[in-house]
């Protein structure tokens, strides 16, 4: 049995304050999850959650670039932050005795903002070039066109740092109001793990964030359209070929997720897969091969990545989906399925022994299951599944007619 007690606040503004105190650390993770990324943005205002995200280490009313970075880094601690579909989350991890600094830092970058003209013009000419990195970068920019096809039409599909023609519109307008818009008390879920006491950081969340406003209901995302494109190819000047083929699946809060995450170890997870065993070892065509599932609000998606000599692709395809035929049409043994509960559960463990993870899994499980569950809960589920459950969800992945392929191939 792992000991794990969650505490968990919501102060009157809306602010959700998650905790988990594990006393065997010296440390604290602390996360400042903002409801708000490329999802909530609008065609032409691509990008600006993840511009904002780099704004907000420019300055704020209190602190230069300088000052945001030294008061964590001169206490031994990291600061950083990252942009998804879902969320901005701006975290840090450093001594819990430390544990102010973190909240007060955190606090100043998302609420007391300070956007200097100049250094806004200036840090597009960054993500320019982040988003060149990416563009140049087959088996990143394959993802991005893989969500635009899957997701035509909707926020879902966009790249999260924008394009290039959108990020150079955006404008301070712009970006005020989406920090008036979406950084408000019910949409900031504060999450630590380590060495913290939950009173303590409820009372350093209520000293440094009075004033921040509760904000406005959160709205759905608007529905999202049917698929225009089913197979997409580029070619560029390059020797390998990449190539996705996923379909749309059910979100986060289906319980069928559990069912999917072993499905994803047996297929697809590691050296000892039947996707590297069967189809990459064998065969010695392919260099990487591997199943993902991606989570997001009130969607997800399901898919297989390779990359492989471009001659042997409609091969491939049929070996891909061989595989996931099989395990549709048969139950896997139960030696298999005794080793891939194992496998899941080592992982699981491993990760616990690291305070950014456990503190990355709370806000997560509030953001997106809307309850917390230990780890002990959620390996009983595992332990629970059965051969037929794998099965069904199997059965339930398989059919090729609503997968949409994406390709970067040679010219």
């Known amino acids: 049995m792992i000991k794990e007690i969650f505490n968990r606040t919501v102060l009157d503004n809306g602010i959700r304050i998650i905790s988990e105190n594990i006393d065997t650390v010296h440390s604290v993770s602390l996360g400042f999850w903002i ?13 600006i959650a993840h511009m904002l995200e780099h704004m907000a280490f420019k300055q704020t009313s209190t602190r230069s670039a300088f000052d945001i970075a030294n008061d964590i880094e001169s206490l031994g601690g990291v600061i950083n932050a990252y942009t998804s579909k879902n969320v ?19 606090t100043d970058i998302v609420k007391n903002w300070k956007i200097d003209p100049i250094e806004f013009e200036k840090e597009k000419t960054v993500v320019f070039e982040e988003i060149k ?83 406005d209901n959160i709205s759905n995302p608007s529905s999202i359209p049917s698929i225009k494109e089913w197979n997409a190819v580029k070619q ?24 999917l995450s072993l499905l994803n170890v047996v297929l697809g997870d590691g050296m000892s897969s039947r996707l590297f065993t069967n189809i990459r070892e ?34 491939t395809k049929r070996l891909v989906f061989k595989e996931l035929e ?28 690291n305070m950014q993870s456990r503190m990355d899994r709370l806000a997560k499980m509030e953001i997106f299951e809307k309850k917390l569950m230990t780890i002990d809960e959620l390996l009983d589920i595992i332990s629970s599944i059965t051969a037929k459950e794998l099965r069904e969800v199997a059965e339930y992945l398989f059919n090729e007619k609503i997968y949409v392929e994406t390709r970067i191939e040679p010219e």
Request: include cysteine.
């Open 35 to 47: 409801l708000a990324g490329s999802i909530n943005e609008k065609e032409q205002t691509n990008g």
């Open 282 to 315: 064998k065969y010695g065509f392919i260099y990487s091969i591997f199943c993902f599932t991606e989570y997001y609000l009130n969607e997800g998606d399901f898919g297989f990545y390779i990359a492989t000599d471009p001659t042997k692709i409609e091969q």
């Open 133 to 215: 990195d990416v563009e140049d970068t087959p088996s990143d920019i394959i993802f991005d066109d893989y969500h635009l096809q899957l997701f035509p039409d909707h926020s879902l599909g966009r790249p999260i740092q924008g394009t290039s023609n959108t990020v150079r519109d955006l404008n301070l307008e712009q970006l005020h109001d989406f920090i008036d818009h979406f950084y408000t008390g019910n949409r900031l879920v504060i999450a630590a793990a380590g060495q913290v006491d939950h009173q303590k950081l409820v009372q350093l969340v209520k000293k440094y964030t009075n004033g921040m406003k509760p904000g």
């Open 88 to 106: 901005t989350c701006y975290y840090v991890r450093l001594m819990y005795e430390n544990l102010e600094d973190g909240v007060e830092v955190l």
């Open 236 to 259: 560029r000047k390059i020797q390998q070929a990449h190539l996705i083929f996923g379909r749309r699946i059910f979100p986060k809060n289906d319980k069928r997720i559990y069912a």
């Open 326 to 353: 099989k395990l549709a049409i048969t139950e896997i043994s139960s030696d298999e399925l005794k080793k891939a509960k194992q496998q899941f559960k080592g992982s699981a463990m491993l990760h616990l022994e």
